[in-house]
């Protein structure tokens, strides 16, 4: 599941320390009913890693305590867990706002016709992959058939509600680039975006978010086998911007897995580079109760320059 050792021995890469906590990202497994070729989790449906019911209540406890204000859910589907939905009730009791990381076909599987009136229901900020508006393009990155299940699962969100401009309902879309090249200026792509799938379709989104693919998971092994990866190893690090560095996702983020060891970033997580505490070889929520997070080291290595990188990449799209 790691990948190669370029990307977890030190690299050269500027360090960086925690600002205060803002989202809490989960991981709730790897388990999706779709097999992406970008995805950095690998993720796919014979996974069978899942958070349980006693990790979640954990989760839900620290954003109670946090400065949190965001509890961002992932996966794999991440409505795929068991727990999902009661993390999503008690956050919003709670007073936080939550991220569904989406896959839009899942609105569509078997046991989930009414997840998308769930989601509307309690308010839930979707963030949906839709790499593409071109179906052939979304089909090689995704398998064919996704792209028409996704303008399905949008006009349904449409239909709640999720899209408006002036709505608080928010529908975002995020876009990943074919390959190793970066991803283009984000509100460019966005206008264009918007008037293909208004035209074509007559759906409609609030914000789109470009990322670039990092040379981790499944992605990472695509440019082994292609013998890429150091070329695009190389590409990130030569588009570095050191301005980038005060936004990256990781100064305001922790990742949690599914067993409740926590991360800087999702991406350190799918590299079992952890978050580490006082000597410890990695770092368990429950050991996070009594810490200050502000002001910690963050592990860095040389996948970071994939945020860095040209207008930066983040979950919550481009930095600059």
């Known amino acids: 599941m790691h990948d190669p050792l370029p990307l977890l021995t030190p690299s050269d890469f500027p360090p960086l320390r925690r600002a205060a906590l803002e989202t809490v990202q989960v991981n709730l497994g790897y388990r ?64 936080r706002q939550v991220i569904d990381r989406c896959n839009l076909t899942i609105l569509e599987e078997p046991g989930h016709e009414d997840l998308a009136a769930f989601l509307a229901s309690h308010g839930v900020r ?102 890429e990866f150091h070329d695009y190893l190389h590409q990130l690090k030569s588009a570095h911007r050191h301005s980038n560095l005060e936004s990256v996702m990781c100064r305001t983020l922790i990742s949690i ?17 952890p978050l580490r505490m006082n000597g410890s070889l990695r770092t368990h929520l429950s050991d996070l109760f009594d810490e200050d997070l502000p002001g910690h080291r963050i592990a860095v290595r040389a996948h970071c320059y994939g945020c860095t990188a040209g207008q930066g990449s983040s979950c919550g799209g481009a930095l600059a």
């Open 32 to 95: 999706c009913n779709l097999s992406c070729v970008h995805c950095h989790v690998s993720a796919g449906p014979n996974r069978t890693e899942e958070m349980d019911g006693a990790t979640a209540e954990q989760v839900l406890r620290y954003l109670e305590l946090s400065s949190a204000h965001t509890l961002d859910l992932t996966g794999g589907a991440p409505e795929l867990n068991p727990h999902f939905r009661a993390m999503v009730r008690r956050a919003r009791e709670l007073g």
């Open 126 to 227: 979707v963030v949906a992959s839709l790499p593409c508006y071109e179906e052939e393009n979304v089909a090689r990155q995704r398998g064919g058939g996704v792209f028409d299940a996704s303008i399905r699962a949008i006009r349904r969100l449409n239909d709640l509600g999720y899209g408006k401009e002036d709505g608080e309902l928010s529908l975002d879309l995020v876009f990943n680039p074919q390959g190793t090249s970066l991803p283009p200026d984000q509100r460019e792509m966005e206008a264009r975006y918007k008037q293909v799938l208004w035209d074509r379709y007559g759906i409609r989104f609030n914000d789109l978010l470009t990322l670039a693919n990092m040379p981790v998971g499944r992605f990472g092994s695509v440019l082994i086998s292609r013998k």
């Open 257 to 273: 897995d599914w067993q409740g060891y926590v991360y800087d970033c999702d991406f350190n997580q799918m590299l079992g580079l």
